[in-house]
């Protein structure tokens, strides 16, 4: 399998965090963009021990805030002094600093960095966590009232964080349409808890609503991340009874889209 580099952005969250050990055991390169300096020792710290099976790829901390980055020339200049290849996605102002700071982080600096690796050639993926509820029209294979629990988070519950993901899950969309060989890849999870990872339920879901384990949520993002024929794609994930890989082989041989029936669709 040929080696990749993936920025992490948001290295320091929960997701991130169980990804990055995942991406480092199949000798890919990782460099990971945490905001604290004081987080440095522990993202370094998720690199795992030498097993002897495989080799373990370089992890480089890099300390630079997500807040600051203010225009696509500022998301480009990241990632042309990193350089990777594929682009993961997994910051969020996490609710703390206002309707503001969301629409900076979770709006803004995303569309940032999507339209800057969209515009360079050389990345090739570009992975976005998004949530399950977040989209404009309800699709075919939801009940009415499983869109109107959509609503009520979109509208009551999170309606900054939902304004602001919409864009981003939709730049990424639109993005990858314009550029073939740049797959866009949206992976949209249910409500996080910290329950060991199991069984799925991928691609469209029958529900709005349910749980998704985030160590669930980092093994599929890393097999899709590894996974030959992905496609430009919102791709809806909870906790459910397929294995995650039989999940992912699936989706990725069908074509699955939820964003289907949405109006970037």
Known sequence: MAQHHVLVLGGHGKIAQLLT???????????????????VAAVESL??????????????????SLDDVKSEAHAKAILDEVKPDYVVWSAGAGGKGGPERTFAIDRDAAV????????????????????????????SWWSAESWKGA????????????Q??????????????????????????????DKP??????????????????????????LLLATEGVRNAWIDLLDGEESIEAAVKRV???GVDAAEGEPVF
């Open 252 to 254: 990725v041989a069908e």
């Open 197 to 222: 990872a199991g069984g799925v339920e991928l691609g469209r879901t029958k529900e709005s609503g349910g749980s998704t384990s985030r160590e669930t949520v980092a093994k599929v993002v890393d």
């Open 21 to 39: 050990p995942l991406l480092l055991r199949r000798s890919w390169v990782v460099t990971s963009i945490i905001r604290n300096p004081d987080q």
């Open 112 to 139: 940032h960095f999507i339209n800057a690796a969209a515009a360079t050639p050389s990345i090739t993926r570009f992975l976005l966590v998004s949530y399950v509820a977040c989209r404009r029209a309800p699709p």
């Open 164 to 193: 602001a993901k919409i864009v981003a899950d939709e730049t990424l969309y639109q993005a990858s349409k314009k550029r073939k060989d740049f797959v866009g890849i949206d992976v949209r999870p249910g409500f996080l808890t």
């Open 151 to 162: 609503v009520k988070i979109n509208t009551e519950t999170l309606p900054t964080y939902y």
């Open 47 to 64: 690199k795992p021990a030498d097993d002897g099976k495989a080799a373990i790829g370089p992890l480089t901390v890099l300390v630079r």
